[in-house]
């Protein structure tokens, strides 16, 4: 092989190279250790670390929780909550996993013995190649175990609150419609009331809706 041939192989191999790395950067580090009430089972949040990038998006704010690996010391099983996908994970159970203001005690109890519950940040909705709080936030559960992981609000509807009601194993939440299409979620959208049948996810409803008034009457 002469020499304009090997510089040839070499060019294109360092090229494919750069192309692989362009298609996915980004770090990743273990934070705190939380402990599950009456489990084995410990949550290890797994942080973007700081300007952290997938593809061409961009991880806005400074230690977002990207995964969780659930581990159980008793068999040494372990478990992460999502495949090697983009997502912010804001809250866990209705506690907050970052805690830049305090940090409170690392045993959580979860909100019922079955499921956890979390509030993410899974795709980039107003393509503007950053994943940050300007996109939707969607409520999912799992098993205990960090198995079983689904999406139970409804997509492109961003998730302002919601509460777990024990009494009809059901969560009520407040969900934000982007009505106008500006991918903005604001004082110019609606809001309707969602009902999730933990009993069944698919009798799942919306319960209300809270129309947008006319503008001449404001």
Not at 95 to 112: C, G, P, V, Y
Not at 146 to 157: A, I, K, V, W
Request: charged share 25%.
């Amino acid at each position: 092989m002469n020499i304009k041939a090997s510089m040839l192989v070499l060019l294109l191999l360092s090229s494919s190279i750069c192309i692989g790395q362009s298609a996915k950067v980004y770090r990743q580090s273990f934070d705190q250790f939380i402990e599950l009430d009456s489990s084995s089972i410990v949550l290890i949040p797994i942080d973007w670390d700081n300007n952290a990038k997938m593809g061409d998006v961009k991880i806005i704010g400074n230690k977002r929780t990207k995964n969780i690996l659930f581990y159980d010391p008793t068999n040494d099983q372990q478990k992460k909550l999502f495949d090697d996908s983009l997502q912010i994970i804001l809250n866990y159970s209705g506690q907050m996993i970052h805690r830049s203001f305090e940090r409170k005690a690392d045993t959580i109890k979860q909100l019922n013995n079955e499921h956890l519950y979390y509030s993410v940040i899974t795709e980039d909705y107003n393509r503007d190649n950053k994943l940050d709080l300007n996109d939707p936030t969607y409520l999912y559960y799992s098993k205990i175990d960090g198995t079983g992981l689904e999406l139970l609000t409804l997509p492109s509807y961003h998730l302002k609150n919601y509460k777990y009601i024990k009494a009809s194993n059901a969560i009520l939440a407040i969900l934000v419609s982007d009505d106008n299409n500006d991918k903005k979620f604001n004082s110019d959208d609606s809001e309707v009331l969602y009902k999730v049948d933990l009993n069944n996810t698919s009798r799942s409803k919306i319960i209300a809706r809270l129309k947008l008034k006319d503008r001449s009457d404001r």
